[in-house]
Nanobody, 124 residues
Framework: QVQLVESGGGLVQAGDSLRLSCAFS????????MTWFRQAPGKEREFVAA????????SYAGSVKGRFTISRDNAQNTVALEMNSLEPEDTAVYYC?????????????????WGQGTQVTVSA
């Protein structure tokens, strides 16, 4: 069974940077597309960034493009989200998710495995 564990969240000020990490275990990491989603209080879970199994394809939500970077290390079984120029609107619980059903997707329904989430809070 796949397990995902996120880390790196915290409380920062607007304009600061954070690096989230997600550790994958239980199956062959390099065969899974990995994605970050986030969910703010009272809002639906939304797509943030995705990366294909071989790192050659990435996708970003328009609201984070140019500020966030997704990457993965198939040797270390980790996926990271580098977040720069953080804004209060980025405040949310961030989740990593894994799927073998597609190279990458913005649809949360195609993801079979989810982490427990890590809180990111950005103060103005």
């Amino acid at each position: 069974q796949v397990q995902l564990v996120e880390s790196g969240g915290g409380l920062v000020q607007a304009g600061d940077s954070l690096r989230l990490s997600c550790a994958f275990s239980g199956r062959t990491f390099s065969s899974y597309a990995m994605t970050w989603f986030r969910q703010a209080p009272g809002k639906e879970r939304e797509f943030v960034a995705a990366i294909s199994w071989n790192t050659k394809m990435t996708s970003y939500a328009g609201s984070v493009k140019g500020r966030f970077t997704i990457s993965r290390d198939n040797a270390q079984n980790t996926v990271a989200l580098e977040m720069n120029s953080l804004e209060p609107e980025d405040t949310a619980v961030y989740y990593c998710a894994a799927t073998q059903r597609t190279t990458r997707s913005r649809d949360p329904d195609v993801y079979d495995y989810w982490g427990q989430g890590t809180q990111v809070t950005v103060s103005a």
